[in-house]
């Protein structure tokens, strides 16, 4: 629709990471691009479009996290006529992207690292455009614009594109995987997976990706959605409600698993008010990282506001 491709990255699972080709009069964007491992998808659904690396002007980033971005250097390194957008505080990593290794090394250990992201490759600075809130991305005519959502991460935008009246949100709008759609439609949930999870800017920037009067979403989590509205105010919802749920927690003797345990519920409780067509254990092995991910967020929020944290 509209000449944008949804293209499976192939991250973690089938229908988990998605990024997108935007094609308008032969010239072409890329919004996200998933790892290195995706890159291979990523210029096949150029081929499938009937287009070549040297008709890509850009590529897009919502923020650097690497199921987004990891495979940025090397995505640009096929893409001879291509520029770079990102936020401004993402623009730097992807120019060094030392910190980003290093930071998720510390996570994942190096042998994992190497297996899910390769060896993250620097885009060079010439090629980098730093997109501040309202920077407008030309494609082909057609406007691609760009504005500040922090919440998910401080380092996050979000694309509008008029055209069909969508955005492109990256982890703002939430997560919202098929395998839950019933027919009551998509299924949604917030991400506040850490460092910067920030609920009041999360619900901000949601009301004002909502001001567009969006017809559609598309969400690297996954795929397009549709009845824009209802899904903004479940988020809304969720994002009071998991702020209650880890102040609950906050201060017992096992927060985290306490915590694990409280988000695991009341995602349940909400697949099954939504008809969702799985069954309850396999609802929770679907959200499983998410929900420790979640945990782990919100729990570097509290300790952020009472000052223990990192800033």
Known sequence: MHGIHTID??????R???????VERGRAAFIDCGTNHSVPALLEALAGAGLQPADV?????????????GGAGTLIGQLPNARLVAHPRAAPHMIDPARLVAGATAVYGEAAFAEHYGEL???PAERVVVAADGHVVDLAGRPLLCIDTPGHARHHLCVWDARSRSW???????????????????FILPTSSPVQFEPEAMQAS??????QSPQAMYLTHYG????VDRLAGELHEQIDAMVSLAQACDGGPDRHRALVAALSGYYLERAQAHAC?????????LLEMDIELNAQGLEVWLDRARGTGRP
């Open 16 to 22: 988990f990471d998605a990024a997108y080709l935007v």
């Open 9 to 14: 990255t192939g991250y973690v699972r089938p």
């Open 168 to 186: 492109f949100t990256g982890d703002t709008f939430g997560l919202s995987y098929r395998e839950l759609v019933s027919g009551r439609g998509a």
């Open 57 to 69: 002007d850009w590529l897009i980033l919502t923020h650097a996290h690497l199921d987004h971005a």
């Open 206 to 211: 949601i009301a004002r990706m909502l001001a």
């Open 121 to 123: 490759s620097p885009v």
């Open 277 to 285: 067509p799985l069954d309850d254990a396999a609802v929770l092995r």
């Open 224 to 227: 397009r959605v549709t009845g």
